[in-house]
Every structure is written in C-alpha cells, then in structure tokens.
C-alpha cells in the first residue's frame, strides 16, 4: 500500500519521537504538569501553541520526504514535534504512544450551519476578517433548532488503528481515544448574529438572547450525554485546550471515559465589555448543570476576567482561570491564591515582528512574581499566534527569555 521508503521515514521519525517521550526530561515535565493542577506551587509549566506553521520552517526543519499525500501528514506531525523539542526551551505535550482519535459524527443543533459572512484575509498570513450577518434575528429563526445526534465508528476504528500500527510497526504504541470537552457557545454564537447585535440585546432584547443561550445549553447537555453513553469521552489526553490536563481525580468514582472524570472547558470571550453580573446571567448559569457533573472546570480564555473572579467562582469544581494578555495579573493573583491554577495567556503581539527581549522579560516576571507573592500554581501558555513576521526564530527568543526568568524564581527544570 505505501512504498518502504516512505514507511522507513515515518519509522525513524517515531522512534525519534519515542526518545523524547521517555526521556528523563519529559517524565519531570509530566509529573509539573500533574503537580501545577494539584495546586502545588512548582515551576509553571510554559507552553507554546496555536503557532502559525506555515511560517516556522526554521533551517527546513519541517521539510516533508514522503511521496504519500496521507503519509506526509502524519510525517509533518512528527516533525512539529520534533522541531518544538530542538527549537523551544519550554514544555510539549509528548506521550509515548501515537494516538488515534475515535471516530464520530453529528447532526449539530441546526443553526450553526445558517452562518452568513463576509471574510476577508490579510496578506502572507492566515489571518481572517470576519463580517457576520444576523441570521437570528426573531424567534422564528430559532425554529431550525434541533438537539444533535451523535453517532459512533467503532469500526473505523479499528480500521484507523491498524492502518497506523502497520505504518509505525514496533517503533510507538498506537493507543485509541476518545475525545475532551470544549464548549464556547457565544463564539458559535457570534457566527450567527455579529458581536454587535448580541450586546445590543443584552439591552434591548435580554429575555430573546437568554432564550438563544439556553438552546445551546440543552445542545450542550444532549451532546455530552451522547459523547458519554457511546464511549467518546476520554480524560486521559496530555492537554486542555493549550494547557497541561494532567491531574488526579479527586476521591469517588471517576472514569476517563465518563463525564465524572473529566475537565469542563468553557468560556464567554465576548462578555469582557458586560458587568460580571451579566457575565453570570447570559453564561455562568448555563455552565453549572454541565459542570456539576464534571470533576474540574477551567474557564477563561482571551477575555480579562480579573473584575469578575468572585462570579466565577461560582462555577462548580472550577480549578484553572484563564489570566488573558488584557487581564490584570497582580489582581487576578490576589484573588486566585493557592485555590485555583492561573493559566497566564502572554501577549502574542510580541512576537508577531522583530521581537524585544526585555518587553518579554517584563512581562514573564510580572507574572512570576504575582503568583509567587499570592501563592498561585500557574501554567504559560503563548496561544493565539496568528503571526511571526515569518521569523520563526520570534519565537524560539521568546522561549529562551521566559525560560531564563523560570530559571531564576523557581530553578532550572
């Protein structure tokens, strides 16, 4: 099926792979991972993702050998992984095993495939404007709703799963999983009606938009009851959304496959410009029953949420906050403490051209130095990286500098 030229590439790759994986380094790396979400103070984990690949071909370190169109894709995997381990002084979610994602599908909810827009794109970049048109703007529009339907592969599979075991041979473990959670409705949401008019109604037309939040919260439950019942679920995957997952499961009955176990990953990005009290109403509510069932919860993403920690708070087993470029971290710190894990997002617009070493220096030690002064667990993530100028090596400097201000207030890893 595939020629033994390209078969040995993605064999010698792995077995690279594997090096790293096991190594010493990479089992300390895992234990800070699990330790950080325990809520112990240790070195904060520091992450590099959502990078623009397309521009990070750094000494064709990313360079494809394969003839196999299929083959290459899995090749060029392996050589991300290999290039973050050669070029980023910072922490990667390697495993040593090579997984393969269970197979499903679903009829999703009806409204989210109404999305109209204009979309504009920026030179040399993947970066994307987005005009959204309201297609949601009466209730009348809401009758294309309906719950989804999951349906399983298992079949595919095992067809995935030999297909990859035949490829790799003895060089990795292939190991079938299920998938995480990651429910953000207002960013679904915004598709379908523009940021605009949903906080015009918040004004306006609140109980029309509270109606719009709830059919997704059902959608929610319906689709993580599916993901649950079929086997879908899977809480032992390395991350969540960008940051380390690794965690031990508080005492009771907890199975990865099962909601109990898993980490709720939810958000309202656009709700950074309502009052927290509004933050509450038009999204919080909503993620309780969800998270209720769950055994952690981790909110915030881009949004600044350092006026609001109190409200969020209310989230049920919430564990991890998100400390966003915008957010305030000295007063995010205050009020997180020891309790929860302050997942830092640093500010993607310092490497998106020539970058300064002392910008970044500062920033990482304003973080380090707030968590160190209120006792909080921290993880760092550098996310949402639409581009680096193509200068790849923005981003091995930025990894460089944050790691020696990690070496300096918590010791060399």
């Not at 070029?87 to 109209?116: H, I, M, Q, W």
């Not at 649950?228 to 496959?257: F, I, Q, W």
């Not at 980490?263 to 509004?278: C, I």
Request: hydrophobic share 35%; with cysteine.
């Amino acid at each position: 099926m595939y020629s033994q030229k390209d078969v040995d590439i993605i064999r010698d790759l792995c077995k690279r792979y594997m090096e790293i994986a096991v190594s010493d380094r990479h089992v300390r790396m895992r234990k800070r991972f699990r330790d950080t979400n325990n809520l112990k103070v240790v070195r904060p984990p520091l992450i590099i993702e959502e990078i623009p690949w397309q521009q990070m071909n750094y000494e064709h370190a990313l360079d494809c050998k394969c003839e196999d169109a299929g083959l290459r894709g899995i090749e060029y995997g392996l050589r991300i992984a290999l290039f973050r381990e050669k070029y980023f002084r910072c922490d990667n979610f390697t495993e040593p095993y090579f997984v393969v994602r269970k197979a499903y599908s679903s009829t999703g909810n009806g409204l989210d495939s109404l999305v109209k827009e204009n979309v504009k794109s920026a030179l040399h970049t993947n970066i994307k404007s987005h005009e959204y048109i309201d297609v949601l703007e009466d209730e009348e529009s809401l009758s294309h709703f309906h719950l989804p339907v999951v349906t399983a592969y298992p079949e595919k599979d095992e067809e995935n799963v030999n297909r990859i075991k035949e490829i790799v041979g003895d060089t990795i473990p292939v190991v079938l999983r299920g998938h995480g959670i990651y429910d953000a409705p207002w960013d679904r949401i915004a598709r379908l009606r523009g940021v605009t008019n949903i906080l015009y109604d918040m004004y306006d037309r609140p109980e029309y938009l509270l109606k719009i939040r709830e059919l997704y919260a059902k959608e929610s439950e319906a689709f993580l009851s599916q993901m649950e019942k079929l086997g879908l679920l899977d809480n032992s995957n390395p991350d969540l959304h960008c940051t380390p997952a690794y965690v031990d499961m508080p005492e009771g009955e907890h199975k990865r496959d099962r909601l109990s176990g898993a980490w709720y990953r939810s958000m309202a990005q656009m709700f950074s410009s309502a009052s927290p009290d509004d933050l509450y109403e038009f999204d919080i509510k909503f993620t309780v029953p969800i998270a209720e069932k769950c055994a952690y919860t981790y909110y915030g993403c881009c949004e600044p949420l350092h006026d609001r920690i109190e409200i969020i708070k209310r989230i049920p087993n919430l564990r991890k906050i998100g400390c966003s470029p915008w957010a305030d971290v000295e007063l995010t710190a205050s009020q997180i403490k020891g309790d929860f894990v302050l997942s830092r997002k640093p500010n993607p617009a310092f490497v998106s051209s020539y970058v300064d070493r002392e910008q970044i220096r500062k920033e990482a030690e304003e973080t380090v130095k707030a968590c160190l002064k209120y006792g909080c667990p921290c993880d760092i993530t550098l996310k949402d990286i639409s581009t680096v100028g193509d200068r790849p090596e923005n981003l091995i400097i930025w990894s460089e500098v944050v790691s020696e201000v990690l070496d300096e207030y918590y010791g060399k890893e």
